[in-house]
């Protein structure tokens, strides 16, 4: 019983999510609306992580879940906390999330031997990877925060880590609910994901240099 409400939530805040996530995609970067609609998303998923941590802790053990679940919770914490540092850098409670994060991606490697491997194993390494590669880049970034001398390059960040965390959501819902096509539910959603992140990373800071261009001619 307590499992089923825990998948119906997830699942229900999951959905929504996504399609919350549609409105700062379309409105304008920065402004009320954006804004708004963004706490929205970074709540709804707040709440997916948890319910996936709640079925990976009490109900099943599933490393595709547990995975998804530490980059999706990196990537929205950090694609957050950067717009309220910006060119500060990272803090000492950035740094202690990166360790928590590193560590337990560290421990499942430890254990993958054991775990319950439903997916292919090749995604759940190149997810890994993917985990080791954004923290650990990170936690080099701490220790040099001049190593990035690119201008708002936390604006990049940004666009980089929400995206990366709202791709993720939109992968696991596919590659759950269409479990029967394998490979290809876990291959097609990486494949669009990475398209629309480059997509995203191209075109929105484009947007907001032509913008501030305008805006600078019209003073």
């Not at 963004?38 to 099943?60: D, E, K, M, Q, S």
């Amino acid at each position: 019983m307590l499992h089923s409400i825990n998948i119906f939530i997830h699942v229900l805040f999951g959905i929504i999510a996504i399609f919350i996530a549609i409105i700062p995609y379309a409105s304008e970067k920065g402004g009320i609306v954006h804004r708004r609609y963004g706490r929205i998303f970074l709540f709804l998923i707040a709440v997916v992580v948890l319910t996936a941590l709640n079925g990976v802790l009490f109900f099943r053990d599933r490393p595709f879940l547990t995975v998804v679940t530490l980059l999706s919770f990196y990537t929205s914490y950090s694609g957050y906390r950067v717009l309220k540092t910006k060119e500060k850098g990272f803090q000492s409670v950035d740094f202690g999330v990166m360790l928590l994060v590193f560590s337990i991606a560290l421990y499942f490697v430890y254990n993958i031997k054991t775990a319950n491997l439903l997916w292919d194993k090749k995604v759940i390494y190149y997810l890994l990877g993917y985990v080791f590669a954004i923290v650990g880049f990170d936690i080099l970034r701490f220790f040099l925060p001049n190593l990035i001398t690119i201008k708002k390059f936390w604006l990049y960040e940004h666009i980089y880590k929400i995206t990366a965390s709202f791709t993720a959501l939109i992968s696991a819902g596919i590659g759950t609910v269409f479990s029967a096509w394998e490979p290809y539910n876990q291959i097609v959603p990486a494949i669009l994901s990475t398209f629309w992140l480059l997509f995203c990373l191209i075109y929105f800071p484009k947007k907001e240099r032509d913008r501030h261009l305008i805006n600078e001619k019209q003073q």
